[in-house]
């Protein structure tokens, strides 16, 4: 698939249809109940889902400002497509197994899920990474302030790929040296440092970009963008200390 456009209407549909996948299973919540918390639960493809399919959606727009050559984009969009779908796909065959998705190697069948994940959270550090380097190499377009937007949001981004890997590493080693169910609760105090700084790449340009509808000054604009990534940055740094602290 050449087409830029066709790609980016691909990875939108994409981000929707995952989306819906997290609502819907919302709604088997409301309806078959059972625990919220814990490594088997409804919530595991309600928040996957939704984070995922706004991810794919927010990345497939901010991307668009890279300066990046159209085919080297399209191939790592629909590589990240399909590895976000991969994500999404194996959590919630996990939740309607009533298994662990994530670090479950009780069978050889969760081993291989657990290990799929583990593999295509790898090929996302990898991909994001290389936008996040390519916001920085050359100056992104677009309205005033969209540039330091989405330099912090793919910046910010880092941190959430960052603290996921961290989660992933220390449940494998804790599953691997016995101490399963302390695997499963271990991810607990980097959850929160992961969420926050998951969507700053949606968030800080979806800001520049309204206010690129407004009738302000450049310079006003400007300066609510870095104010806005000033106040984003210390929430994760907040989320940050919190890991610490609560890091047993």
Same mark, same amino acid.
């Given at each position: 698939?050449?087409?830029?456009?066709?790609?980016?209407?691909?990875?939108?549909?994409?981000?929707?249809?995952?989306?819906?996948?997290?609502?819907?299973?919302?709604?088997?919540?409301?309806?078959?109940?059972?625990?919220?918390?814990?490594?088997?639960?409804?919530?595991?493809?309600?928040?996957?889902?939704?984070?995922?399919?706004?991810?794919?959606?927010?990345?497939?727009?901010?991307?668009?400002?890279?300066?990046?050559?159209?085919?080297?984009?399209?191939?790592?969009?629909?590589?990240?497509?399909?590895?976000?779908?991969?994500?999404?796909?194996?959590?919630?065959?996990?939740?309607?197994?009533?298994?662990?998705?994530?670090?479950? $190697?009780?069978?050889?069948?969760?081993?291989?899920?657990?290990?799929?994940?583990?593999?295509?959270?790898?090929?996302?550090?990898?991909?994001?990474?290389?936008?996040?380097?390519?916001?920085?190499?050359?100056?992104?377009?677009?309205?005033?302030? $969209?540039?330091?937007?989405?330099?912090?949001?793919?910046?910010?981004?880092?941190?959430?790929?960052?603290?996921?890997?961290? $989660?992933?590493?220390?449940?494998?080693?804790?599953?691997?040296?016995?101490?399963?169910?302390?695997?499963?609760?271990?991810?607990?105090?980097?959850?929160?440092?992961?969420?926050?700084?998951?969507?700053?790449?949606?968030?800080?340009?979806?800001?520049?970009?309204?206010?690129?509808?407004?009738?302000?000054?450049?310079?006003?604009?400007?300066?609510?963008?870095?104010?806005?990534?000033?106040?984003?940055?210390?929430?994760?740094?907040?989320?940050?200390?919190?890991?610490?602290?609560?890091?047993?």
């Amino acid at each position: 698939m050449k087409n830029p456009r066709a790609v980016d209407r691909l990875c939108y549909t994409t981000g929707l249809l995952l989306v819906l996948s997290g609502l819907v299973h919302l709604g088997v919540f409301a309806v078959d109940g059972g625990p919220w918390d814990g490594p088997v639960s409804w919530r595991k493809p309600v928040t996957f889902g939704l984070s995922f399919g706004l991810t794919l959606i927010a990345v497939t727009w901010v991307t668009s400002y890279l300066r990046v050559g159209p085919r080297l984009r399209s191939a790592l969009l629909l590589v990240f497509a399909a590895d976000c779908v991969v994500e999404v796909g194996g959590i919630t065959l996990q939740a309607w197994r009533r298994v662990p998705s994530h670090l479950n $190697m009780e069978t050889p069948f969760d081993t291989a899920v657990s290990v799929t994940l583990a593999v295509g959270g790898g090929v996302l550090v990898a991909l994001l990474t290389v936008f996040a380097v390519a916001s920085f190499r050359h100056r992104p377009t677009g309205p005033a302030g $969209m540039p330091l937007a989405v330099r912090s949001g793919f910046a910010i981004l880092l941190v959430a790929l960052a603290s996921g890997a961290a $989660m992933i590493a220390r449940g494998v080693v804790l599953t691997r040296t016995g101490h399963q169910e302390a695997a499963y609760h271990s991810t607990a105090p980097l959850k929160p440092l992961h969420g926050v700084s998951l969507h700053a790449v949606l968030v800080l340009p979806t800001l520049a970009w309204l206010l690129s509808r407004s009738p302000w000054s450049e310079r006003t604009r400007r300066r609510i963008v870095a104010t806005a990534v000033g106040c984003y940055a210390a929430a994760v740094a907040g989320a940050g200390v919190w890991a610490v602290l609560t890091y047993r």
